[in-house]
């Protein structure tokens, strides 16, 4: 809900002077002090805004403030310039009315700074989009451009406006802004040529020469220190706080943002220097015949540069300078000027020069901002206006009366407005209006104005006299014209109260103006007012070949020579002014009043004197006095109900009816008398504003009591929200427990039941399975019983049957060996001679059947060692040759299987068997293996080519063997192969032979006991091959080797049995020694194989691992 607050809350002071209770200067001052002192500047005088200048930046200007004022009423937020741009804004933009917002002060109180916020804030508020950005960008741009060509240090002010401003912001019917129109007034041209002790001339000659770069410097022809210019004051050349290289770059900024182009910016700085220049130009007085002093240029190169600059031959300038072309009734005439009348005329020029170019740039800065669109406008007019200038000790001149004059008239159209406005808003509102009492200047003005007998007419009067025209001779025909006025005041009036009163010099005269009472002196009023320009300079700058000049200076063209003389300043001010105050006048007008608290520009000084100075001059309390003549303070019903129902019960909380009738029922009921207020139509009108204090005071001490009822009421709340919360909570968290004990209790219960339900079936089922059991073991004692029984009784039976069975058979047998008896008692008579050898026959021959048949059982295998054992003793030598046939017989079906090579094969395992049988502990590891001979296949095996086509014989066995080095015991392989008649020993990698010994010489093999494939070729001692020594080797297939060797010694006829010798040692002769081969048993950790190990020179000891 949208919280409505009021001006009247947390005020400092009064932020409505309207409201000021005792209204007068001292309380209205004190009022200003305590709210400046508490950094609050601004404060209303209805919807006049004063405006303290705080010397010092505040946060009062950021964009949340803009947001903050956007679309609030006026009185609803404390007093802020914003709100009054804000109301104007607004009420241009949705009630159409064109607004004018007058800014008025003296120097240094803010106006300019108070413009420019106006100024911003609207540009914030206002449309946005590419155009409307452009557009504001460039009306806000206009300041810096016009602030360094028209600003200038003073004393009272770092950044003094030395014109008047007033720019038309032009608005379409949305509020975006179009564009813009400036007009200036009355430019402080007096300060291009003299300043006053402590200020500086424009800002733009030390912007220019402190910014500006060598190279454009070099092209005006200018240089950069400041006191090579006699037009620079040079005491306050450098302003603190101010940076103008800093400056020149954003005025050039500036310039180019409102669309000036390259060239004219140059033209414009030429122009700027030309001023320098012409400062620079002196004069010395050349003596004439005539005995007249005439004037001549000084040093010449000045003049020169400036001419050159400005495209002006240098003799038509020159010659200006010393002479005068004076044109009377169509006869020309040439005087020559002494060295005073040339810097005369040098002052002017430079200063018709500068002030032109201000308006020019006026002029062209409105070319570019002007509104594109042909619609009809909503215009904001901005008027940034010096305020009342009263110098002490009657130090005020022609400008001073100027300027007071052009106040006068602003006072003039404020108070109407403001009455006007007054006036209306009772009609609007149907109120009876009264006469207020107030001053109307208008009489002031009338005595500056007036045609017939206005100061400034007759000061026009003066100037264009004939004959001698002085100051003085001006001051006299006011003293005589203006005597009986009441607001004039002179010495030599004719009115003799001013005689005496030495106040007031002879030279001077005295306005008493709507602010205060102002001394001027009539010195130079004549000369500023015609503000001469000899023709003879604009002719010569006419003839510049300078673009811009020439503009300039439109008169000096010989082709429209104008006798007329030029309108006088004073008169063209007096023009300018009515126009403005004409426009103004169909404006809606908004004031803001600006105050500087203090001379030394600084921040946290308030100084009464100074402040009470201007709240007089601005006539600000005497503005108070119109706007509260009537009534002090008016509100609409809608807001004054809002405020202070409360105070009433039939109006709290709310009022059903018509907001009119419920201030009616409040007032009546706060027991307001009735004089004090007067219903309008939309408003209540308060007369007095104590009665509004008394109703604020009763409204915030009913704030407390309510204040403290909504406490009550929140806190109670608040309380009772937490109550519930917590309730809600804890029976949330109860519900929670509850269940969580209640599943607790449940599952303790569920596993009670569990268990005592299991316990239950347990015993349940056992005892079901008892008498199952029980059932079972009955029926199970009854199948026993009955099975027991019934074997018994089968038993009995069987027995009875086997007892009569017996007793049957023995009946039988006793029958039949009786039967027998009887027979052979019968008949042994006639068979015992043959019957017993018949039966033993018999029976032999039953005997022998049976024994063969059981002989069937054996197998074919011969080695098959099985026979049946014999069953009778009789039969024993039978037995053991039966089976010695059956052996032999079967051994030889055996062996007419076999094949010649196999047969060979198993004569060679038989010599082996022979020859090794129970001697080496080898053999019996050999017996499977069957004797392949060839292990090399030296036949297929390419490798082995060469080698076996070098074997003249058939190979039978080709192996691989380890020959054994007597020097280290270790082996070397090697390829053994037999034939029948030699054994070679070859190489194994190249099958190269190595050795080849015929067998006649090989006298015996030794081979020891044990396990291990080791074996010495012993060759014959005086043997062809005995030269090389016996071979020690050793081979996986030893039996073999050695089977063979042995084979082939007996099948050979013509040759020697090989000895084949097994022992444990023995002595082998190498080639020089005999070296004995000792074997030993050595331990399973030697390893799988035998290793063979030189113990010494005579002695190879060969470890066989233990079988
Ligand atoms: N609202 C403000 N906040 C901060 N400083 C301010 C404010 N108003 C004015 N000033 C300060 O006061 C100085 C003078 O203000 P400004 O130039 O607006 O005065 P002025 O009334 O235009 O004077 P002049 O008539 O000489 O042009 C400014 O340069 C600025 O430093
Ligand atoms: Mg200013």
Partial sequence: MEVKTSLLDNMIGVGDMVLLEPLNEDSFIMNLRNRFDHNEIYTYIGSVVISMNPYRSLPIYTPQKVEEYRNRNFYELSPHIYALADEAYRSLRDQDKDQCILITGESGAGKTEASKLVMSYVAAVCGKGQEVNKVKEQLLQSNPVLEAFGNAKTMRNDNSSRFGKYMDIEFDFKGDPLGGVISNYLLEKSRVCKQPRGERNFHIFYQLLSGASDDTLMKLKLDRDFSKYNYLSLDSANVNGLDDAASFRTVRNAMQIVGFMEAEVQSVLELVAAVLKLGNIEFKPESRVNGFDESRVKDKNDLKEMCELLGIEQSVLERAFSYRTVEAKMEKMSTTLNVAQAYY?????????????????????????????????????VLDIYGFEIFEEGDNSFEQFIINYCNEKLQQIFIELTLREEQEEYIREDIEWTNIEYFNNAVICDLIENNQNGILAMLDEECLRPGTVTDDTFLDKLNT?????????????????????????????????????????????????????????????????HSLMRQLFPEGNPAKVNLKRPPTAGFQFKASVGVLMKNLQTKNPNYIRCIKPNDKKVAHIFTDSLVCHQVRYLGLVENVRVRRAGYAFRQPYESCLERYKMLCKKTWPHWRGPARDGVEVLLTDCSVPTEEFAYGRSKIFIRNPRTLFTLEERRRACLEDLATLIQKIYRGWKSRTHFLLLKKSQVVVAAWYRRYAQQNKYQKIKSATLVMQSFIRGWKARNILRQLKYEKRCKEA???????????????????????????????????????????????????????????????????????????TTTMSPMDNSWPAKPYGFLEGAHTQLRRIFHLWRCKKYRGQFTEEKKAVYEEKLEASEIFKDKKALYPSSVSQPFKGDYLEIQKNPKYQKLNSAMEEKVLLAD????????????????????????????????????????????????????????????????????????????????????????????????????????????????????????????????????????????????????
């Avoid at 049957?801 to 017996?806: G, S, Y």
Wanted: aromatic share 10%.
């Fill in 345 to 381: 005329a040098r002052d002017a020029l430079a200063k018709n020069l500068y002030s032109r170019l201000f308006s020019w740039l006026v002029t062209r800065i409105n070319e570019s901002i002007k509104a594109q669109a042909k619609t009809r406008h909503k215009v904001m007019g």
């Fill in 481 to 545: 014209i203006c005597a009986e006025h009441q607001h004039f005041e002179s010495r030599l009036n004719k009115n003799s109260k001013f005689l005496t009163d030495h106040s007031l010099p002879h030279s001077c005269f005295r306005i008493q103006h709507y602010a205060g009472k102002v001394l001027y002196r009539v010195e130079g009023f004549v000369d500023k007012n015609n503000d001469l320009l000899y023709r003879d300079l604009s002719q010569a700058m006419y003839k510049a070949t």
């Fill in 782 to 856: 009854v199948t026993t019983i009955a099975a027991y029984w019934h074997g018994t009784q089968a038993r009995m039976e069987l027995r009875r049957l086997k007892t009569e069975a017996r007793n049957k058979r023995a009946v039988s047998v006793i029958w039949a060996y009786w039967q027998g008896t009887k027979v052979r008692r019968e008949y042994r008579k006639f068979f015992r001679a043959n019957a017993g050898k018949k039966i033993y026959d018999f029976t032999i021959q039953r005997i022998m059947q049976k024994y063969f048949l059981g002989l069937k």
């Fill in 960 to 1107: 691989l063997v380890n020959k054994i080095n007597r020097a280290n015991g270790k082996g070397s392989p090697r390829l053994f192969l037999l034939t029948k008649s030699n054994f070679v020993l070859a190489d194994q990698k190249t099958g190269q032979v190595k050795a080849s010994v015929p067998l006649p010489d090989l006298a015996s093999v030794s081979v020891s006991t044990q396990s291990d494939g080791f074996f010495a070729l012993k060759l014959k001692e005086g043997s062809a091959s005995a030269s090389k020594g016996d071979f020690l080797l050793s081979s996986e297939h030893l039996i073999e080797i050695i089977t063979k060797l042995h084979r082939i010694g007996t099948t050979a006829a013509d040759r020697d049995q090989i000895n084949i010798d097994i022992s444990d040692e023995f002595l082998v002769q190498f080639k020089q020694d005999k070296v004995c081969v000792k074997f030993i048993q050595g331990g399973p950790k030697n390893g799988n194989s035998a290793a063979c190990k030189r113990k010494n020179n005579r002695l190879l000891e060969v470890s066989v691992p233990s079988p």
